[in-house]
């Protein structure tokens, strides 16, 4: 796989935290939208990188998944960790 798109996403974090009240993520672009303000807390951003560990082969560090903000941000930080992976 060469990169993960916002859907991707969209679909990890809804498997390790479930859909949030406060998010809509499928109805709107929440690409700068902080996870605070989707509802989302650093647990279930770690179980975002669990996941992609598993599914991808790309480990991310406990501390740069809980630095990012923003959906984009982690986005980007999942695909750095693939391309590195694929290099």
Do not use: C
């Not at 796989?1 to 998010?23: P, Q, V």
């Not at 303000?37 to 992609?52: E, H, K, N, P, R």
């Not at 750095?80 to 290099?87: K, P």
């Amino acid at each position: 796989m060469n990169e993960l798109t916002m859907e991707d996403l969209t679909a990890l974090l809804r498997d390790s935290a479930g859909d949030i009240e406060t998010a809509d993520l499928g109805t709107q672009d929440v690409s700068d939208l902080t996870f605070l303000d989707l509802g989302y807390v650093s647990l279930a951003l770690l179980q975002v990188a669990g996941l992609v560990k598993r599914e991808y082969g790309v480990e991310l560090a406990d501390e740069d998944v809980t630095a990012v903000e923003t959906p984009r941000l982690l986005l980007q930080l999942i695909n750095a960790g693939l391309r590195t992976e694929a290099a």
